[in-house]
Protein backbone atom coordinates (compact mmCIF):
# COMPACT_ATOMS: atom_id res chain seq x y z
CA UNK A 1 0.00 0.00 0.00
CA UNK A 2 1.44 3.17 -0.86
CA UNK A 3 0.48 6.35 1.32
CA UNK A 4 0.40 9.42 -1.41
CA UNK A 5 1.45 12.92 -1.45
CA UNK A 6 0.06 16.02 -3.14
CA UNK A 7 1.08 15.21 -7.03
CA UNK A 8 2.52 12.14 -6.92
CA UNK A 9 1.11 9.04 -8.89
CA UNK A 10 1.28 5.25 -9.11
CA UNK A 11 0.26 2.81 -11.94
CA UNK A 12 -2.45 0.87 -11.46
CA UNK A 13 -2.22 -2.95 -10.99
CA UNK A 14 -6.16 -3.58 -11.34
CA UNK A 15 -8.14 -3.04 -14.34
CA UNK A 16 -11.51 -2.07 -12.06
CA UNK A 17 -10.85 0.19 -8.93
CA UNK A 18 -12.96 1.95 -6.48
CA UNK A 19 -12.33 5.47 -4.82
CA UNK A 20 -13.85 5.69 -1.95
CA UNK A 21 -13.60 9.15 0.42
CA UNK A 22 -14.02 9.30 3.95
CA UNK A 23 -14.59 11.64 6.56
CA UNK A 24 -15.60 12.15 10.10
CA UNK A 25 -19.31 13.97 8.55
CA UNK A 26 -21.13 12.36 5.15
CA UNK A 27 -19.67 13.14 2.15
CA UNK A 28 -20.94 13.89 -1.78
CA UNK A 29 -18.72 11.81 -3.67
CA UNK A 30 -18.82 12.23 -7.32
CA UNK A 31 -16.72 11.41 -10.66
CA UNK A 32 -16.16 13.30 -13.75
CA UNK A 33 -15.44 11.57 -16.79
CA UNK A 34 -12.87 14.51 -19.18
CA UNK A 35 -11.60 14.29 -22.76
CA UNK A 36 -8.42 15.54 -23.23
CA UNK A 37 -9.07 19.57 -22.90
CA UNK A 38 -10.20 19.14 -19.11
CA UNK A 39 -13.96 19.32 -20.21
CA UNK A 40 -16.96 16.58 -19.58
CA UNK A 41 -18.60 15.76 -23.28
CA UNK A 42 -21.97 16.66 -21.53
CA UNK A 43 -24.03 16.37 -18.25
CA UNK A 44 -23.96 12.67 -18.39
CA UNK A 45 -20.32 12.82 -17.39
CA UNK A 46 -21.22 13.84 -14.59
CA UNK A 47 -21.63 10.79 -12.00
CA UNK A 48 -22.95 10.65 -8.40
CA UNK A 49 -25.94 9.50 -6.57
CA UNK A 50 -28.74 10.95 -8.50
CA UNK A 51 -26.79 9.64 -11.53
CA UNK A 52 -24.91 6.75 -10.68
CA UNK A 53 -23.71 5.24 -14.15
CA UNK A 54 -21.97 6.34 -17.08
CA UNK A 55 -19.40 4.46 -19.39
CA UNK A 56 -17.37 2.69 -17.40
CA UNK A 57 -17.77 4.50 -14.20
CA UNK A 58 -20.28 3.97 -11.53
CA UNK A 59 -20.99 5.77 -8.11
CA UNK A 60 -21.42 3.23 -5.57
CA UNK A 61 -23.17 4.45 -2.17
CA UNK A 62 -22.12 3.15 1.11
CA UNK A 63 -25.94 2.71 2.69
CA UNK A 64 -24.74 4.52 5.28
CA UNK A 65 -22.37 1.83 7.08
CA UNK A 66 -19.09 2.70 4.67
CA UNK A 67 -18.21 5.81 2.80
CA UNK A 68 -19.64 6.17 -0.57
CA UNK A 69 -17.32 5.54 -4.08
CA UNK A 70 -16.34 5.88 -7.47
CA UNK A 71 -15.98 2.43 -9.47
CA UNK A 72 -13.69 2.98 -12.46
CA UNK A 73 -13.47 0.18 -14.61
CA UNK A 74 -10.48 1.62 -17.19
CA UNK A 75 -11.45 -1.08 -19.84
CA UNK A 76 -14.96 -0.12 -20.20
CA UNK A 77 -13.73 3.59 -20.61
CA UNK A 78 -14.35 5.34 -24.10
CA UNK A 79 -11.27 6.04 -25.50
CA UNK A 80 -11.89 9.54 -25.79
CA UNK A 81 -12.34 10.16 -21.96
CA UNK A 82 -8.44 10.66 -20.79
CA UNK A 83 -8.84 11.04 -17.14
CA UNK A 84 -12.25 10.62 -14.07
CA UNK A 85 -11.79 13.21 -11.35
CA UNK A 86 -13.05 11.74 -8.16
CA UNK A 87 -14.62 14.92 -5.86
CA UNK A 88 -15.98 15.14 -2.43
CA UNK A 89 -17.64 17.56 -0.79
CA UNK A 90 -19.29 18.00 3.07
CA UNK A 91 -23.19 17.08 2.79
CA UNK A 92 -24.10 20.04 5.20
CA UNK A 93 -25.24 23.17 3.34
CA UNK A 94 -22.34 25.81 3.65
CA UNK A 95 -19.64 23.51 5.30
CA UNK A 96 -15.88 23.17 4.60
CA UNK A 97 -12.82 21.14 5.40
CA UNK A 98 -11.98 22.78 8.48
CA UNK A 99 -11.12 20.47 10.81
CA UNK A 100 -12.16 17.85 8.62
CA UNK A 101 -9.66 15.10 7.31
CA UNK A 102 -10.82 13.39 4.84
CA UNK A 103 -9.15 10.33 3.22
CA UNK A 104 -9.48 8.63 -0.07
CA UNK A 105 -8.38 5.09 -0.24
CA UNK A 106 -7.66 3.31 -3.62
CA UNK A 107 -9.24 0.10 -3.62
CA UNK A 108 -8.62 -3.27 -6.20
CA UNK A 109 -12.68 -2.97 -6.82
CA UNK A 110 -12.65 -6.76 -7.38
CA UNK A 111 -10.84 -7.67 -4.09
CA UNK A 112 -11.24 -4.79 -2.05
CA UNK A 113 -7.82 -4.55 -1.32
CA UNK A 114 -6.09 -1.07 -0.87
CA UNK A 115 -3.65 -0.11 -3.52
CA UNK A 116 -2.95 3.47 -2.19
CA UNK A 117 -4.29 6.18 0.28
CA UNK A 118 -4.45 9.94 0.33
CA UNK A 119 -5.09 12.43 3.03
CA UNK A 120 -4.89 16.11 1.45
CA UNK A 121 -2.96 18.62 4.04
CA UNK A 122 -3.94 21.83 5.49
CA UNK A 123 -7.68 22.17 4.63
CA UNK A 124 -9.74 24.99 5.73
CA UNK A 125 -12.28 27.23 3.80
CA UNK A 126 -12.33 24.26 0.81
CA UNK A 127 -16.29 23.25 0.52
CA UNK A 128 -15.34 20.87 -2.30
CA UNK A 129 -12.40 18.94 -3.56
CA UNK A 130 -10.82 17.26 -6.60
CA UNK A 131 -8.90 14.16 -4.27
CA UNK A 132 -8.26 11.95 -6.85
CA UNK A 133 -7.79 11.03 -10.66
CA UNK A 134 -7.54 8.53 -12.57
CA UNK A 135 -5.98 8.85 -15.88
CA UNK A 136 -4.34 7.45 -19.01
CA UNK A 137 -0.55 7.92 -19.92
CA UNK A 138 1.17 5.85 -22.85
CA UNK A 139 -1.66 3.39 -22.79
CA UNK A 140 -1.33 2.58 -19.05
CA UNK A 141 -3.74 3.80 -16.29
CA UNK A 142 -2.42 5.83 -12.87
CA UNK A 143 -4.11 7.13 -10.15
CA UNK A 144 -2.61 10.97 -8.74
CA UNK A 145 -3.42 12.23 -5.68
CA UNK A 146 -4.81 15.79 -6.00
CA UNK A 147 -6.43 17.57 -3.42
CA UNK A 148 -7.13 20.54 -5.29
CA UNK A 149 -9.93 22.96 -3.18
CA UNK A 150 -12.81 25.22 -4.15
CA UNK A 151 -14.29 27.20 -1.83
CA UNK A 152 -17.68 27.53 -4.05
CA UNK A 153 -18.48 24.25 -3.66
CA UNK A 154 -19.07 20.89 -6.08
CA UNK A 155 -20.93 23.78 -8.40
CA UNK A 156 -17.69 25.37 -8.84
CA UNK A 157 -16.04 21.91 -9.57
CA UNK A 158 -18.85 20.70 -11.85
CA UNK A 159 -18.57 24.29 -14.37
CA UNK A 160 -15.09 24.48 -14.20
CA UNK A 161 -14.99 21.19 -15.99
CA UNK A 162 -18.05 22.05 -18.15
CA UNK A 163 -21.34 20.80 -16.23
CA UNK A 164 -24.35 22.91 -16.52
CA UNK A 165 -25.50 23.64 -13.16
CA UNK A 166 -29.19 24.65 -12.74
CA UNK A 167 -30.83 27.32 -10.48
CA UNK A 168 -26.84 28.52 -9.91
CA UNK A 169 -25.79 32.29 -10.62
CA UNK A 170 -23.32 31.77 -13.51
CA UNK A 171 -19.59 33.25 -12.01
CA UNK A 172 -16.41 31.71 -12.22
CA UNK A 173 -14.87 29.05 -9.53
CA UNK A 174 -13.19 30.03 -7.07
CA UNK A 175 -10.09 27.25 -6.64
CA UNK A 176 -8.35 27.46 -3.32
CA UNK A 177 -4.80 26.06 -4.20
CA UNK A 178 -3.23 23.09 -2.70
CA UNK A 179 -0.18 22.76 -1.23
CA UNK A 180 2.34 20.88 -3.38
CA UNK A 181 5.86 19.77 -2.56
CA UNK A 182 8.45 21.67 -5.07
CA UNK A 183 9.78 17.92 -6.62
CA UNK A 184 5.92 16.29 -6.94
CA UNK A 185 5.08 16.43 -10.49
CA UNK A 186 2.55 18.79 -11.17
CA UNK A 187 0.07 18.51 -14.17
CA UNK A 188 -0.06 22.05 -15.32
CA UNK A 189 -4.20 21.28 -16.26
CA UNK A 190 -4.81 21.39 -12.76
CA UNK A 191 -3.42 25.08 -12.75
CA UNK A 192 -6.46 27.46 -11.34
CA UNK A 193 -8.08 29.23 -14.55
CA UNK A 194 -7.49 32.93 -14.14
CA UNK A 195 -10.20 35.16 -12.72
CA UNK A 196 -12.36 37.23 -14.67
CA UNK A 197 -13.08 40.66 -13.70
CA UNK A 198 -15.71 41.80 -11.42
CA UNK A 199 -18.88 42.48 -13.09
CA UNK A 200 -20.42 46.10 -12.66
CA UNK A 201 -23.00 46.43 -9.78
CA UNK A 202 -26.45 45.88 -10.86
CA UNK A 203 -30.00 45.98 -8.42
CA UNK A 204 -30.35 43.50 -6.60
CA UNK A 205 -32.32 40.64 -8.31
CA UNK A 206 -34.55 38.23 -6.87
CA UNK A 207 -33.60 35.04 -5.07
CA UNK A 208 -33.50 32.42 -7.32
CA UNK A 209 -36.27 29.46 -6.79
CA UNK A 210 -34.82 26.81 -4.79
CA UNK A 211 -33.18 24.08 -6.53
CA UNK A 212 -35.16 20.44 -6.93
CA UNK A 213 -31.88 18.67 -5.35
CA UNK A 214 -30.18 19.14 -2.23
CA UNK A 215 -31.37 18.21 1.70
CA UNK A 216 -33.13 19.70 4.05
CA UNK A 217 -34.63 18.93 7.67
CA UNK A 218 -38.14 18.93 9.35
CA UNK A 219 -36.97 21.81 11.57
CA UNK A 220 -39.73 24.05 9.86
CA UNK A 221 -42.62 21.37 9.91
CA UNK A 222 -44.07 19.61 7.37
CA UNK A 223 -42.42 19.14 3.68
CA UNK A 224 -42.92 18.81 0.42
CA UNK A 225 -40.33 17.06 -1.44
CA UNK A 226 -39.76 17.57 -5.35
CA UNK A 227 -38.25 15.12 -7.08
CA UNK A 228 -34.59 14.23 -6.10
CA UNK A 229 -34.81 16.18 -3.07
CA UNK A 230 -34.16 14.40 0.53
CA UNK A 231 -35.23 15.37 3.43
CA UNK A 232 -33.32 14.46 7.33
CA UNK A 233 -35.43 12.58 9.26
CA UNK A 234 -34.32 14.95 12.35
CA UNK A 235 -35.52 17.65 14.37
CA UNK A 236 -33.70 20.79 15.63
CA UNK A 237 -30.33 17.73 15.36
CA UNK A 238 -31.83 14.96 16.92
CA UNK A 239 -33.56 12.05 15.52
CA UNK A 240 -37.76 13.02 15.23
CA UNK A 241 -39.27 9.61 15.48
CA UNK A 242 -38.63 5.83 15.07
CA UNK A 243 -41.93 4.50 13.82
CA UNK A 244 -43.51 6.00 10.96
CA UNK A 245 -46.20 5.03 8.19
CA UNK A 246 -45.89 5.87 4.38
CA UNK A 247 -49.15 5.76 2.70
CA UNK A 248 -49.57 5.85 -0.88
CA UNK A 249 -52.78 6.97 -2.87
CA UNK A 250 -54.15 7.44 -6.18
CA UNK A 251 -57.29 8.10 -7.95
CA UNK A 252 -59.49 5.58 -10.07
CA UNK A 253 -58.16 5.61 -13.52
CA UNK A 254 -59.87 8.24 -16.05
CA UNK A 255 -63.10 6.84 -17.63
CA UNK A 256 -64.41 5.28 -14.31
CA UNK A 257 -62.22 2.52 -14.83
CA UNK A 258 -60.57 0.53 -11.35
CA UNK A 259 -57.31 0.39 -11.16
CA UNK A 260 -55.36 -1.81 -8.89
CA UNK A 261 -51.92 -0.28 -8.22
CA UNK A 262 -49.81 -1.94 -5.38
CA UNK A 263 -47.81 -0.35 -2.98
CA UNK A 264 -44.62 -2.45 -2.00
CA UNK A 265 -40.97 -1.82 -0.17
CA UNK A 266 -37.76 -3.31 -0.95
CA UNK A 267 -35.61 -3.91 1.85
CA UNK A 268 -31.02 -3.70 0.69
CA UNK A 269 -28.21 -4.04 2.36
CA UNK A 270 -25.42 -1.83 2.21
CA UNK A 271 -24.30 -3.39 -0.89
CA UNK A 272 -27.85 -2.88 -2.79
CA UNK A 273 -28.16 -6.77 -2.09
CA UNK A 274 -31.91 -7.47 -1.91
CA UNK A 275 -33.25 -8.80 1.31
CA UNK A 276 -36.68 -8.74 1.60
CA UNK A 277 -39.57 -7.32 -0.10
CA UNK A 278 -43.10 -6.43 1.70
CA UNK A 279 -46.11 -5.99 -0.38
CA UNK A 280 -50.04 -7.76 -0.39
CA UNK A 281 -48.31 -11.09 -0.48
CA UNK A 282 -45.93 -11.15 2.54
CA UNK A 283 -47.01 -8.30 4.65
CA UNK A 284 -44.67 -8.57 7.50
CA UNK A 285 -40.64 -8.56 7.11
CA UNK A 286 -37.64 -8.04 9.01
CA UNK A 287 -38.72 -9.60 11.92
CA UNK A 288 -42.27 -7.20 11.97
CA UNK A 289 -40.10 -4.15 11.81
CA UNK A 290 -42.10 -3.43 8.52
CA UNK A 291 -45.70 -3.95 7.61
CA UNK A 292 -48.24 -3.69 4.62
CA UNK A 293 -51.91 -2.80 5.29
CA UNK A 294 -52.91 -4.92 2.57
CA UNK A 295 -54.38 -4.46 -0.53
CA UNK A 296 -56.60 -1.97 -2.20
CA UNK A 297 -58.07 -3.41 -5.68
CA UNK A 298 -59.31 -0.25 -6.98
CA UNK A 299 -57.96 3.03 -5.15
CA UNK A 300 -61.24 4.12 -4.44
CA UNK A 301 -62.00 6.11 -1.53
CA UNK A 302 -60.17 8.84 0.75
CA UNK A 303 -57.20 9.45 1.93
CA UNK A 304 -54.74 6.66 1.40
CA UNK A 305 -55.10 3.63 0.01
CA UNK A 306 -52.42 1.30 1.11
CA UNK A 307 -49.96 2.18 3.96
CA UNK A 308 -46.61 0.60 5.13
CA UNK A 309 -45.88 0.82 8.73
CA UNK A 310 -41.78 1.44 9.11
CA UNK A 311 -40.55 0.79 12.54
CA UNK A 312 -37.22 2.58 11.97
CA UNK A 313 -36.24 1.80 15.78
CA UNK A 314 -36.29 -2.20 14.72
CA UNK A 315 -34.80 -2.29 11.38
CA UNK A 316 -31.84 -4.77 11.64
CA UNK A 317 -28.30 -3.34 10.66
CA UNK A 318 -28.25 -5.05 8.06
CA UNK A 319 -30.69 -3.20 6.29
CA UNK A 320 -29.74 0.45 5.15
CA UNK A 321 -31.63 1.27 2.58
CA UNK A 322 -36.21 1.07 1.84
CA UNK A 323 -37.30 1.55 -1.19
CA UNK A 324 -40.87 2.19 -1.90
CA UNK A 325 -42.57 1.45 -5.04
CA UNK A 326 -46.02 1.38 -6.40
CA UNK A 327 -46.95 -0.91 -9.49
CA UNK A 328 -50.03 -2.08 -11.95
CA UNK A 329 -50.65 -4.94 -11.49
CA UNK A 330 -53.99 -4.94 -13.76
CA UNK A 331 -51.36 -3.39 -16.45
CA UNK A 332 -52.59 0.22 -16.95
CA UNK A 333 -49.96 2.79 -17.00
CA UNK A 334 -49.57 5.64 -15.00
CA UNK A 335 -50.52 7.96 -17.56
CA UNK A 336 -54.33 6.52 -17.00
CA UNK A 337 -53.94 7.28 -13.11
CA UNK A 338 -55.25 10.70 -12.46
CA UNK A 339 -52.79 11.20 -9.52
CA UNK A 340 -50.46 9.24 -6.79
CA UNK A 341 -48.95 10.82 -4.32
CA UNK A 342 -46.93 9.21 -1.02
CA UNK A 343 -46.47 10.65 2.37
CA UNK A 344 -44.37 10.28 5.57
CA UNK A 345 -46.94 10.29 8.14
CA UNK A 346 -45.42 9.96 12.34
CA UNK A 347 -47.33 6.47 13.42
CA UNK A 348 -47.29 7.90 17.03
CA UNK A 349 -49.59 11.05 16.04
CA UNK A 350 -50.78 11.16 12.83
CA UNK A 351 -49.69 14.34 11.50
CA UNK A 352 -48.31 13.87 8.15
CA UNK A 353 -44.22 14.96 7.78
CA UNK A 354 -43.17 14.53 4.19
CA UNK A 355 -45.33 14.50 0.98
CA UNK A 356 -44.21 14.02 -2.58
CA UNK A 357 -47.04 14.14 -4.96
CA UNK A 358 -46.11 13.00 -8.79
CA UNK A 359 -46.81 16.08 -10.92
CA UNK A 360 -46.05 13.88 -14.22
CA UNK A 361 -46.47 10.57 -15.08
CA UNK A 362 -44.94 8.01 -18.13
CA UNK A 363 -46.72 5.12 -20.03
CA UNK A 364 -45.23 2.53 -17.66
CA UNK A 365 -46.72 0.29 -15.03
CA UNK A 366 -44.28 0.66 -11.98
CA UNK A 367 -42.86 3.64 -10.03
CA UNK A 368 -40.28 4.36 -7.64
CA UNK A 369 -41.98 6.74 -5.19
CA UNK A 370 -39.30 7.09 -2.56
CA UNK A 371 -36.44 5.85 -0.87
CA UNK A 372 -34.83 5.93 3.15
CA UNK A 373 -31.19 5.62 3.45
CA UNK A 374 -29.69 4.87 6.74
CA UNK A 375 -26.54 7.48 7.42
CA UNK A 376 -23.84 7.10 9.24
CA UNK A 377 -24.35 8.76 12.13
CA UNK A 378 -27.91 6.36 12.50
CA UNK A 379 -30.01 8.67 11.19
CA UNK A 380 -32.82 8.46 8.38
CA UNK A 381 -33.17 10.20 5.05
CA UNK A 382 -36.16 10.21 2.75
CA UNK A 383 -35.52 11.08 -0.95
CA UNK A 384 -38.44 11.68 -3.74
CA UNK A 385 -37.70 9.94 -6.59
CA UNK A 386 -40.61 9.42 -9.27
CA UNK A 387 -38.53 6.60 -11.50
CA UNK A 388 -40.99 4.96 -13.88
CA UNK A 389 -40.28 1.45 -14.93
CA UNK A 390 -42.09 -1.42 -16.96
CA UNK A 391 -42.94 -3.98 -14.28
CA UNK A 392 -46.46 -4.91 -12.96
CA UNK A 393 -44.82 -6.53 -9.84
CA UNK A 394 -42.75 -6.01 -7.28
CA UNK A 395 -40.60 -8.60 -8.39
CA UNK A 396 -39.66 -6.81 -11.33
CA UNK A 397 -39.10 -3.58 -9.10
CA UNK A 398 -35.78 -5.04 -7.36
CA UNK A 399 -33.02 -4.60 -9.58
CA UNK A 400 -34.43 -0.65 -10.87
CA UNK A 401 -35.01 0.51 -7.26
CA UNK A 402 -31.41 -1.12 -6.10
CA UNK A 403 -29.96 1.60 -8.87
CA UNK A 404 -31.53 4.06 -7.43
CA UNK A 405 -29.99 3.75 -4.11
Not at 79 to 103: L, R, Y
Not at 238 to 254: I, T
Request: glycine share 10%; aromatic share 6%; net charge negative.
Amino acid sequence: MTAMTPGSNIPLSAPRVAVDVAAPVRLDVSGLLLTADGKVRSDDDFIFYNQPTGPGVAYRSGGGTAPDAIVVDTAAVPSGIEKIVITASPDGAGQTFQGIEPTATVRNADDGSVLATFTPPQLSAETALVVIEVYRRGGAWKARAVGQGYANGLAGIATDFGVSVEDEPAAAPAPVAPPVPAAAPVDPRLAAPPMPAAPPAAAPAAPPAPPATGRINLDKGRVSLRKNQTVSLVKGGKPLLSQVKMGLGWEPAFRGKDIDLDASVIAYGPDRNHLDSCYFGKLSILNGAIKHSGDNLTGEGAGDDEVIVVDLGRIPPEATGLVFTVNSFTGQKFTEVAKAYCRLIDAATGDELVRFDLTSAEPQTGVIMAKLIKQFSGEWEMTAVGDFVKSRTVRGMVKPAAQSL
